[in-house]
């Protein structure tokens, strides 16, 4: 344990009224030695319950906590060493920078082991790790406001499609097998790189898109593209030919080496949306459980967390709701259905109709101008039902 984190300590039970200075400075993992790491959330905890934080508070909860190496003289002598308490916030900014040091040094000690078998693959994930190094230092403090403040605030949208998708947006797609979701994403992939709404077809600007396609091979995309990227060329304000695709074998992004793949690729497109998926493809097995599903789930908000729109195909369960129809949410886990900002699945025609239906099988979080039908042909292979 540093001097520096003794003096921390040691300031905060000088003078209790100090923690206010170190709200979003430290953090008990910023703490070199894992036993101040326990006594900082300790700490903590009794300042959220109102309690005294002083020598002998904080002695006699030391067992409580599993400090063991932290005796309640070494308190008094920590106090002892402080020149001023309200230093507070100098001793803490360099516990910090030292947890920065060690943890910078700590990538750079794995990236050094990595680089000689694959460079590439080193830099992408030594740039994620780097990126968590980062994020995990840059505490912030809680903001309150009041209601009123935030009425008064006009409303605003940071579009990626105007109407449909903002950034950090998670849409996910199911549907049965034949029902064309596949299409249906690819239609939205492409003319919104090509400047046109994917649904109304009118004039947006033009974003950048990358396509992560976990199951289709590029002669597929080449077959099932052609028309609609002609077409979306001829009436969109820029060539479709600039979406990126990477068609890939099937992967597990709960694993550093398939995530920080998916990074790199994200570094090169500087997307707006990624369309990735099919879920069931995404890692090696099925997903059964919430335990199978929250490390997928963590993985895919890294992508969403870049600022990007996220869209993935899932497919729908086998199950029948209770009119008798199929069941559209995605198949697996509970964790699945609270997870996107928005779920829609398209059912197959009733007899009789050629309109496919368009389901939330999700309440969405916001309005948006998802259709409620679909017809297969005309101009696009998908036309909402007017």
């Not at 900082?40 to 409580?64: C, F, H, K, N, Y």
């Not at 920065?100 to 994930?125: E, F, I």
Request: hydrophobic share 40%; with cysteine.
């Amino acid at each position: 344990m540093s001097d520096v984190e003794k003096a921390v300590i040691g300031s905060v039970l000088l003078d209790s009224n100090v923690l206010t200075l170190l709200d979003g400075v430290l953090s008990s993992n910023d703490f070199g030695d894992g036993q101040f790491g326990l006594l900082w959330d300790g700490i903590q905890g009794m300042r959220s319950r109102r309690e005294p934080v002083d020598v002998l508070t904080v002695g006699a909860a030391l067992a409580g906590w599993g400090v063991r190496t932290v005796t309640p003289a070494d308190l008094h002598t920590f106090v002892s060493n402080v020149p001023h308490a309200m230093s507070v916030r100098q001793y803490a900014r360099a516990v910090r920078e030292d947890a920065m040091r060690r943890n910078v040094r700590a990538v750079a000690a794995q990236m050094l082991q990595t680089v000689d078998a694959d460079p590439g693959l080193t830099l992408s994930n030594g740039i994620n790790q780097l990126r968590d190094v980062q994020g995990a230092h840059e505490l912030k403090k809680f903001h309150v406001t009041t209601l009123a403040d935030i009425l008064a605030t006009e409303d605003s949208y940071d579009w990626v499609i105007p109407g449909l998708l903002e950034k950090r947006d998670r849409l996910l797609v199911t549907g049965g097998e034949g029902s064309g979701k596949s299409t249906l994403v690819r239609q939205l992939a492409i003319l919104s790189a090509a400047g046109l709404h994917p649904f109304n077809f009118t004039p947006t600007p033009p974003v950048n898109v990358l396509v992560i396609d976990a199951e289709n091979s590029e002669s597929q995309w080449r077959r099932a593209s052609r028309g609609v990227t002609k077409q979306a060329k001829l009436y969109g304000s820029h060539d479709p030919g600039d979406l990126r695709i990477s068609c890939t074998p099937r992967m597990d992004l709960t694993r550093d080496s398939d995530l920080g793949q998916v990074h790199r690729l994200l570094d090169d497109a500087m997307a707006d949306i990624v369309v990735i998926g099919p879920l069931y493809r995404l890692v090696p097995r099925a997903i059964t459980n919430d335990d199978e599903a929250s490390p997928l789930l963590a993985a895919l908000d890294t992508i969403r967390d870049r600022g990007c729109a996220l869209v993935i195909e899932a497919h729908a369960g086998h199950a029948l709701n209770q009119g008798g129809e199929r069941d559209l949410r995605p198949r697996g886990s509970a964790a699945l259905m609270g997870w996107p900002e928005f779920g829609i699945g398209i059912r197959l025609p009733k007899p009789g109709t050629d309109v496919f239906e368009v389901t939330r099988w999700r309440g969405d979080r916001d309005r948006r101008d998802f259709p409620t039908g679909l017809v297969k042909g005309g101009d696009w292979p998908w036309t909402p039902v007017i």
